[in-house]
């Protein structure tokens, strides 16, 4: 049973850390940092993957989903609500 719980939060877990680019993977750290910044801001990360050489984060927040662009400097250059 203990087994089953640590495999369940390594997978939820690594699901932002697996956040692909067009060549493969995002470096572990960087999304953490990104997870990081926007939790601050009140954001529910959800996923992390590279589009146009950008950041792109999928995130909640008041019930509302969002997809927060960030450059390579981690600045937000836009931010678009889901319907």
């Known amino acids: 049973m203990t087994r089953i719980?640590?495999?369940?939060?390594a997978l939820g877990l690594g699901s932002i850390a697996q956040a692909s680019d067009d060549n493969g993977m995002i470096d572990a750290a960087k999304a953490e940092q990104i997870k990081a910044q926007l939790t601050e801001q009140g954001y529910d990360v959800r996923k992390i993957e590279m589009e146009d050489g950008q950041f792109e984060a999928y995130a909640t927040k008041d019930g509302?989903?969002?997809?927060?662009?960030?450059?390579?400097?981690l600045n937000v250059v836009k931010t678009e609500q889901d319907d």
């Not at 719980?5 to 939060?9: G, H």
């Not at 509302?64 to 400097?73: F, G, P, T």
Request: proline letters at 0%.
């Open 5 to 9: 719980i640590a495999l369940a939060l």
């Open 64 to 73: 509302k989903h969002y997809e927060i662009y960030l450059d390579s400097d």
